[in-house]
């Protein structure tokens, strides 16, 4: 058996393990053509069947309506906070934000590039521990643009906004697409880059309503607009091509699994242990974001002192719990337990926090 550790880093992050073992078995002959998939024309029909079946699969798992599009691009996320306003930005409108920590930051300073930005509201008061509930989103604007699961402070939308009719909500779920079911018709956009919950590093897969890709604007360089990319079946360039084979795999691992619904009660169970671990500690251990607005997916907390907390993680690595030291941002701790952590890996970290806390409280 090959070494394997419980991973816990924001991202990348843990694959299933039977999809990584698929790409071992297919990496020299992929679908019997003596190539790897990194090596065979991506014009051929065995890979135009693995782009396919990929998107069988996310469209599947998602419910994703006929007149949404399906796009697998390069550039990660990042890429995505610029190519939302340049795509949906309207002459005359603001577009709205709500800044709920350095990813939404992010999305904003990009779209500041492009036009007039209105933040509704923001959570920065409080060390972006909570997702904001009082805002007006304006009848008038472009879109919203939210981020749904915020990996450095451990904080997730758990009630939606509800803009009005045709304000398009636009939202990043880079950290927790597939962790919960959602209604993709009461989203204009969503975008996520692959390696928290999909995939590897290297493929951000935007999911959009037809409707909007004619706002972009005619001479918009052609590699920024998501309409060429949609015509041309997210084949105008070379794609990322191993990235979206290794989506495949694990989307179809979450097919076999069960589906969305199974993915988010399994993560429910999960994040419960941990959360338990925090709230039990008598404040040994420090949750960061408040109760309302914690995340299923990265569980962020502190401790007494930063010399307490390089210990645990020094621990931590030791029993083969990997990646446990928090955002540089934000400091702390943070375990990210995405839709691949397997539930023995999330008791085994429970285990040894409460013993760590018996040992040095
Ligand atoms: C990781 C992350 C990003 C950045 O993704 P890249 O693919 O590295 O550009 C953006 N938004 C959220 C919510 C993230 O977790």
Redesign the pocket.
């Known amino acids: 058996m090959t070494k394997r550790v419980y991973n816990f880093y924001?991202?990348p992050a843990t694959l299933p393990l039977p999809a990584l073992e698929k790409a071992k078995e297919d990496l020299l002959n992929f679908e019997n053509t003596g190539m790897s998939v990194m090596e065979i024309s991506h014009r051929s029909k065995e890979w135009q069947n693995e782009m396919d079946a990929a998107d069988a699969l996310i469209r599947d798992l998602m419910k994703i309506p006929n007149d949404y599009q399906v796009l697998w691009l390069g550039?990660?996320?990042?890429?995505q906070?610029l190519m939302t306003a340049v795509n949906l930005q309207v002459e005359g409108k603001p577009m709205e934000y709500i800044n709920t920590g350095g990813?939404s930051s992010?999305?904003i300073k990009e779209a500041k590039l492009y036009g007039n930005v209105n933040v509704i509201a923001s959570s920065e008061d409080d060390k972006f521990r909570y997702i904001p509930k009082d805002y007006n989103i304006s009848d008038n604007a472009a879109y919203l643009h939210i981020?749904?699961?915020?990996?450095?402070y451990g904080t997730e939308w758990h009630h939606w906004p509800t803009p009005p009719s045709d304000v398009p909500l636009v939202v990043?779920?880079?950290?927790d697409l597939i962790a919960r079911p959602v209604n993709v018709k009461d989203y204009g956009a969503i975008y996520a880059?692959?390696?928290?919950n999909l995939g590897p590093?290297g493929v951000?897969l935007v999911i959009v309503r037809e409707d909007l890709l004619n706002r972009v604007p005619e001479n918009t360089p052609s590699m920024l607009k998501w309409s060429i990319h949609a015509e041309k079946g997210s084949m105008y360039n070379t794609p990322p091509v191993f990235p979206i084979y290794m989506c495949k795999q694990s989307l179809q691992y979450w097919k076999d699994f069960g589906g969305v619904e199974k993915i988010e009660k399994l993560n429910r169970e999960k994040a419960k242990i941990l959360y338990d671990v925090i709230d039990q500690s008598d404040g040994f251990y420090k949750g960061h974001a408040r109760e309302d607005s914690r995340s299923l997916m990265n569980v962020t907390f502190t401790m007494a002192s930063d010399e307490i907390e390089s210990k645990c993680v020094t621990e931590g690595t030791k029993r083969d719990l990997i990646g446990l030291k928090g955002h540089r941002s934000v400091g702390g701790m943070r375990a990210s337990i995405y839709n691949a952590m397997p539930i023995e890996g999330v008791r085994a970290l429970a285990e040894f926090l409460t013993e760590f806390k018996e040992s040095n409280q």
Request: no cysteine; charged share 10%; net charge positive.
């Open positions: 924001a991202g550039g990660g996320a990042s890429t906070f990813w992010k999305a981020t749904s699961n915020n990996t450095l990043d779920m880079s950290s880059g692959a390696q928290k590093a951000t």
